[in-house]
DNA sequence: TTGACATATTGACGACTATCGATATAATAG
DNA sequence: CTATTATATCGATAGTCGTCAATATGTCAA
């Protein structure tokens, strides 16, 4: 996975704030536009878990009429794990053993 | 550090390719600009560098009449263990040792 | 002080993107 | 089939941001 793609995925406060919310547990679009209580409408929300999805940080399944998210935490954690790799080599291997990420 | 704005200074290929290139190393913001080999010129090359240093992400030395830039490798790696301890709770205790990061 | 070099800043422009209202698509209930 | 609910898509708009040319600032040498 691309660090940059990574990177544009979390650059946006909106989606950080779907990222909480979506941490251990399945909701639904309606649930996230209900949790971020009026701040963005429901197209929007759509938006940015579209864009979430591109870059593997949430999975999707479907209920009913609905569409459940949750957010990918292995694929967050070996997204962290490549951007130290590559750019703290010095901590690389003191904080995070490579062949547990890749 | 805001997990919001380490992700900004990282959500750029430009920006990247710069950090790639201080990773290790002190370099002038010439040395940067040719390592680029005309991608960007110089005054791009000066903005991207006061965003990374904005958010932390590199140091700068003045030598002369130059300035010279390195990566701040150890702020990366905060910011990365603090996106996976806000965003991946399950892993977090395996792969990075809390106090060792913050 | 003057000139040359290194870097930062400014202003403009184009591309991208977050957001919204409106609407389309999909699935269920009656 | 029709109505209702849930979500996605579309078109438009405003704001952000990367980039450049031009210029300003700062530093050293002669």
Known sequence: MDPVTFAKALADDT???IMKQLCCVWLSVSD???????R???PTVSHHLKKLEE???????KEGRQRLYTLNQERLTMCCGLLIE???P???GAYIPVEEIE
Chains 1, 2 share one sequence.
């Open 55 to 61: 870059a593997g940080l949430v999975d999707v399944r």
């Open 15 to 17: 989606r950080q704030a």
């Open 32 to 38: 996230i536009v209900d949790g971020l209580d009026g």
């Open 86 to 88: 590559t750019f703290a």
């Open 40 to 42: 963005v409408n429901q």
């Open 90 to 92: 010095d901590y690389h």
